[in-house]
C-alpha cells in the first residue's frame, strides 16, 4: 500500500542543547493504527508537535500523500490533535465546542449542525449539544474532545494521553469506546501513552520510544515475544527477550 505519512530522520534538540528527538524515522500507510509508547519524558508529546507543525525539527523531513509538510503551519496540515487536558472552551457550550472549528474554516451554518449532529451521534452524545462542558463528567469531556477532534475530517489523527486524567476503571470503558470509534473510521491515527495496555489496545503496530529514540517497532506480539532489549522487556513486561513461547502473559 502506498505510504501516506513519512517521516525521515527527524531530529530536535532542546534550547540547552539537549537531544528530545534522534533519528525518528518511520512510515504509516492510510488507516493505520499507531501507539507511541514510552515513559515522561521519552519524547513522544515532542513528536506529535512536530508533525502537527506546533514545534519544528532540527533536521529531518516529515511528508503526507508525498507532499513536504516540513514549512506548513499547522492550520493547513489538515491533521486533528486531541490534547491529554481536552482543551475546551468553557464559555462555549458542546454544540459549539464540536462546531469551532468548522466555523473557522468557514462552513455554512447548515453543514456545521448537520456535521456536529453527526458527531454527537458518533460518539453518543446525541440530545448534549447545549450542555456546557463544565455540566459534563471527565468522560463525556474526554468524548466531545474526540467529536471536535474528527469533526473537520482530518487526514490524520493524534491523541496525546486521552485517558490519563480519568480514573482507572472509567479509562478502561473509555479506551473501549475510543478503539471502537477509531476503528469505525479510515482514519490514520496516532495514539500516545504511557500505558502499554492502552498502547495494545488502540494500536496494531507500536513503537517504543526512550529518551527520544526508537527503541523497538512493531506488533503488540513481536514485542511481547521478541523485545528487542532490556528495557523494552522491562518496560512492557514480557517474559524474557528472545522467548518465542506460547501465549506469554502481560503484567
Known amino acids: 500500500m502506498k505510504e501516506e505519512l513519512v517521516l525521515d530522520q527527524i531530529h530536535k534538540t532542546t534550547d540547552q542543547g539537549e537531544i528530545a528527538l534522534f533519528d525518528i524515522s518511520f512510515s504509516l500507510t492510510r488507516g493505520d493504527k499507531l501507539s507511541i509508547l514510552g515513559p ?45 487536558e481536552f482543551a475546551l472552551f468553557p464559555h462555549l457550550n458542546v454544540f459549539d465546542n464540536i462546531g469551532f472549528g468548522l466555523k473557522m474554516k468557514g462552513w455554512n451554518r447548515h453543514r456545521v449542525r448537520s456535521r456536529v449532529d453527526e458527531m454527537l451521534d458518533l460518539v453518543n452524545l446525541t440530545g448534549f449539544g447545549n450542555r456546557n462542558p463544565l455540566e459534563l463528567s471527565g468522560g463525556e469531556r474526554q ?16 491523541l496525546d494521553e486521552p485517558l490519563s486524567s480519568l480514573d482507572r476503571v472509567l479509562r478502561k470503558k473509555l479506551l473501549a469506546q ?25 494500536g496494531q503496530r507500536i513503537m517504543i520510544l ?42
Open 40 to 84: 515522561s519524558g521519552s519524547g513522544k508529546t515532542t513528536l506529535l508537535r512536530i508533525i502537527s507543525g506546533l514545534e519544528k525539527q532540527n533536521f529531518g523531513t516529515i511528508r503526507f500523500n508525498g507532499r513536504s509538510m516540513d514549512l506548513s503551519p499547522p492550520h493547513k496540515r489538515n491533521f486533528g490533535m486531541m490534547f491529554q
Open 143 to 158: 468524548r466531545v474532545a474526540l467529536a471536535r477532534t474528527l469533526a473537520p475530517r482530518p487526514e490524520l489523527v493524534m
Open 178 to 202: 475510543l478503539v471502537r470509534i477509531l476503528s469505525s473510521l479510515n482514519i490514520t491515527t496516532i495514539f500516545v501513552t504511557h500505558d502499554h495496555e492502552e498502547a495494545f489496545a488502540a
Open 210 to 251: 526512550n529518551q527520544g529514540r526508537i527503541e523497538q517497532s512493531g506488533t503488540p506480539e513481536d514485542l511481547i515475544r521478541r523485545p528487542a532489549n532490556e528495557f523494552v522487556r522491562s518496560f512492557i513486561g514480557s517474559p524474557g527477550i528472545g522467548t518465542d513461547s506460547g501465549n506469554p502473559g502481560r503484567s
